[in-house]
């Protein structure tokens, strides 16, 4: 029975953080946006291809890109 007098107000405790956590998320928008993530994935071009380094040919042996 006394185990009752810890428990009951760290579930309390509990309950008001998850409660702040969730109410911080709504006001910083993190449920604004639900669709455009799922569409995203589905995109085919990928912008971060174009900026992705590109050996050049007569580099340092064995580096990538070299034949031979």
Do not use: C, K, N, T
Not at 32 to 55: F, Q
């Amino acid at each position: 029975m006394d185990i009752l007098y810890l428990l009951i107000p760290l579930s309390v405790v509990l309950v008001l953080v998850v409660g702040a956590v969730f109410w911080w998320a709504l006001a910083s928008g993190q449920f604004e946006d639900l669709e455009g993530p799922a569409h995203r994935i589905l995109m085919d071009d990928d912008p971060g291809a174009e900026s992705a380094p590109r050996a050049r040919p007569g580099g340092a042996p064995g580096a990538p890109g070299r034949r031979g």
